[in-house]
């Protein structure tokens, strides 16, 4: 069964350090994969999104992430971390089903002034 | 162009009831999806219509239907309410085409509390 796992359901960094949030990901064909935000009392924002091509994607608010086959992993970073950036981040996969996200169990991010 | 949009942003039901909830999608797109979020599943995925046909379908008891419109514009449906139903519901539109790697727009959800 395809899965999607995120290391770390919390992590805390200061201001202005690296950002490193983990998605390793279970699946027979090649996934569509996906970072998503969410901040308190809101919906969903995509941050970026892995299809084709280029390994390394960049985001929106100076966010990337690499997607890496061999090791099945999709680890979202920014390189300076700020207070806005605290929020909770969601990794997902699409995998030619149409519509349907499959998500981990998410990974909240507080930063530290 | 406006965003999704859900209605109503919050609702009390009790156990036994039902409810609906409605979902705006961006302009022009065709896919709608429904997920539940609550703090010990996370997010999981209910159904998904495109153009008024359901497409994929989750791992939900019956409770839980839905059905789209010819403007898109979709409701879903929880009878017979339980405890464990109470959750904040989300929807997303994506693309004219719906394809698996169009990007999904959430909106701001449902907040259910059932008592």
């Known amino acids: 069964a395809q899965s999607v796992t995120q290391l770390g359901s919390h992590v805390s960094v200061s201001e202005g350090a690296l950002v490193l949030l983990r998605c390793n990901y279970s699946s027979s064909v090649p996934p569509y994969l996906f970072w998503y935000v969410q901040y308190p009392n809101q919906g969903l924002q995509l941050l970026l999104k892995?299809?084709?091509?280029?390994?390394l994607v960049k985001g929106i608010n100076g966010f990337e992430a690499e997607f890496k086959k061999s090791e099945a992993s999709f680890h979202l970073t920014k390189p300076s971390a700020h207070m806005s950036d605290a929020a909770e981040y969601f990794c997902?996969?699409?995998?030619?089903?149409?519509?349907?996200?499959?998500f981990g169990q998410g990974t909240e991010l507080s930063v530290k002034p | 162009k406006a965003g999704v949009t859900q209605t109503p942003r919050y609702l009390i039901k009790t156990r036994g009831q039902q409810v609906t909830l409605s979902c705006s999608p961006i302009?022009?797109?065709?896919?709608v999806s429904w997920y539940q979020q609550t703090p010990g599943q996370g997010l999981q995925f209910l159904f998904e219509y495109f153009s008024e046909t359901q497409r994929n379908k989750g791992n939900f008891p019956g409770r839980f239907s839905g059905r789209q419109f010819s403007n898109s514009r979709s409701e879903m449906n929880v009878s017979t309410l339980e405890l464990g139903d109470s959750a904040l519901y989300l929807c997303?539109?994506?693309?004219?085409?719906?394809?698996?790697?169009?990007?999904?727009?959430f909106g701001p959800g449902t907040r259910l509390t059932v008592l």
């Open positions: 997303a539109s994506s693309s004219l085409q719906g394809k698996s790697a169009d990007t999904q727009y």
């Open positions: 302009s022009g797109h065709r896919s």
């Open positions: 997902a996969v699409s995998l030619n089903q149409g519509g349907k996200l499959i």
């Open positions: 892995y299809t084709t091509g280029a390994t």
